[in-house]
């Protein structure tokens, strides 16, 4: 069941977003060749004490991995697609991209949000990759309007990203998100036609996160349990908003 937001839950979610938007604009500037992803995980983890927030990822049970997440962030670096874990190990080095996803919970709503930067001079291919991930999900956004429906949103991101050369990972998707951290409903980045195909309603919010593949779109999961990955081992890029329904058009709720 999809849960609508009163207009004063949604103010409660917005002030996660704005949170979230703050670590993740400061993370992003921290990135730089020689930092670890450790580094940037124990500047969330302040960052979030600060705040008086709770982490939204660290200790989320995750029944595919048969155990709950240890992280505040996930940092997943050139062709990790998703659930990178921090590690005082993984240095950045220049010409690496970097996913940084990361959610908190203030007075019981979540916000979650992501973003890919590069780390000093990057590739064509790669550049082109972050600003075709990134312009799919202001389309999308574009999208999050009363009477459109859902597939509206998927099938922008897919023919944009499928027509800039690039594949669509087909195993993770976005979501509903309010009270808990995934709700209702599933949001791929393509049209699955098994998938229901609502239509968009004041109050409902949905977390769009495009994850794109600079070649095929197949993923795989590392030994770790976590660590999604392209399977041909091509960069891939992650960029999320949440955005709430209104009457007034798309509110996102992760951005100033």
């Known amino acids: 069941m ?9 103010e409660k979610m917005r002030r996660s977003g704005l949170l979230v938007h703050k670590i993740l604009h400061e993370l992003g500037a921290m990135v730089h060749e020689g930092l670890s992803t450790w580094d940037l995980e124990l500047a969330a983890v302040k960052m979030m004490a600060d705040a008086g927030a709770k982490p939204a990822f660290k200790d989320y049970f995750v029944p595919a991995a048969g155990e709950k997440y240890r992280y505040v962030l996930c ?3 050139n062709e990790e697609i998703v659930h990178g874990m ?3 190990k993984r240095i950045l080095k220049n010409g690496d991209i970097v996913s940084i996803d990361t959610g908190v919970c203030l007075e019981g709503y ?3 949000s992501a973003l890919t930067v590069g780390v000093g001079e990057l590739s064509e291919q790669a550049k082109k990759l972050l600003k075709v991930t990134e312009e799919s999900l202001e389309l999308a ?7 459109n429906r859902l597939f509206d949103i998927c ?6 990203v499928v027509g800039n050369g690039f594949s669509i990972v087909r195993e993770y998707v976005g979501h509903g ?16 036609r098994r998938n229901e195909n609502p239509r968009l309603r004041q109050g409902m919010v949905l977390a769009i996160e ?20 392209a399977k041909d081992g091509s960069y891939s890029a992650h960029f999320e908003h949440c955005v709430a329904v209104t009457a007034n058009g798309p509110w996102v709720l992760t951005r100033p």
């Open 2 to 10: 999809i849960v609508r937001k009163t207009p004063s839950e949604i």
């Open 75 to 77: 940092t997943s670096v």
């Open 86 to 88: 921090p590690n005082p």
């Open 110 to 112: 979540f916000g979650d």
């Open 141 to 147: 956004i574009d999208k999050v309007r009363e009477g």
């Open 155 to 160: 099938g922008t991101v897919e023919d944009f």
């Open 177 to 192: 998100i309010g009270t808990q951290l995934h709700e209702e409903p599933q949001i791929p980045n393509y049209v699955d």
């Open 210 to 229: 495009p994850m794109v593949n600079a070649g095929k779109p197949e993923a795989k999961v590392l030994k770790d349990k976590w660590t999604a990955v």
